[in-house]
């Protein structure tokens, strides 16, 4: 079974883009999840997705939004890119609920100059 | 406010011995659930062991264990026999609330070496 995947990989934006990452769960699995890694702010969770609608959110500026399609693949945008969003931008998913057993993919590495 | 503080940023351990690592949580919640994640070096973050919180026994996960202290809000992770791919941060993280206003929160994490 493949695992989760992200793309890409790599990206560097300037100030002032937007950007979209993209998310494909692994088969099967319906629920989400998205996080930013930095090292100043450690771990910190945006949203979560179940069947195309947004179940949980955190604490983040309405720059970051994101989406679920009906085969389950998400999409993250964030727009009016700022220096403080340079970070890996993990996505997990699970079959029902970050309740449960998450996995993760690789994630996408943002670097915004 | 929920918080997750792992109060040891890095520890090391030689291979075949003991190690454990400290989470504490606060809470005013009294269903939730909590999570040890580990992240080797420039690999995936898995799952370790989850534990919730109206369980009252320990999870274990082969050599990986927990001590859930739910009245001093502590969850400790205790990993036997350690070995070489052990080495990874690790991170303690909960969730608890209700649905639509949870979040995963994670502690900043302990960076564990294992040393042969």
């Known amino acids: 079974k493949a695992g989760v995947t992200q793309t890409p990989r790599y990206l560097i934006k300037t100030r002032g883009q937007q950007v979209t990452l993209s998310c494909s769960p692994i088969s099967g699995h319906r629920s989400v999840s998205w996080y930013q890694q930095t090292p100043g702010q450690g771990l910190q969770f945006l949203f979560e997705?179940?069947?195309?609608?947004?179940?949980n959110k955190g604490n983040f500026p309405g720059r970051f939004s994101g989406r679920q399609f009906s085969n389950s693949r998400s999409e993250m945008n964030v727009s009016t890119l700022e220096l403080g969003d340079s970070a890996l931008y993990l996505c997990?998913?699970?079959?029902?609920?970050?309740?449960?057993?998450?996995?993760f993919g690789p994630g996408t590495r943002l670097t915004v100059t | 406010a929920q918080t997750v503080t792992q109060s040891q940023p890095e520890m090391s351990v030689q291979e075949a011995e003991t190690v454990t690592l400290s989470c504490t949580y606060d809470?005013?919640?009294?269903?939730?659930?909590l999570f040890w994640y580990k992240q080797p070096p420039s690999r995936q973050m898995i799952l370790v062991i989850r534990?919730?919180?109206?369980?009252?026994q320990n999870a274990t996960e082969n050599r990986f264990s927990v001590n859930f202290q739910k009245a001093a809000k502590s969850f400790s992770l205790k990993i036997s026999d350690s070995q070489l791919g052990d080495t990874a941060m690790y991170f303690c993280?909960?969730?608890?609330?209700?649905?639509?206003?949870?979040?995963?929160?994670f502690g900043t994490g302990t960076r564990l070496q294992v040393f042969p």
């Open positions: 993280a909960f969730i608890g609330g209700l649905v639509g206003t949870d979040k995963l929160i």
């Open positions: 534990q919730e919180a109206y369980k009252q």
């Open positions: 997990a998913s699970s079959l029902f609920s970050f309740y449960y057993e998450q996995y």
């Open positions: 997705y179940f069947s195309e609608t947004q179940r």
């Open positions: 809470t005013s919640e009294n269903n939730y659930y």
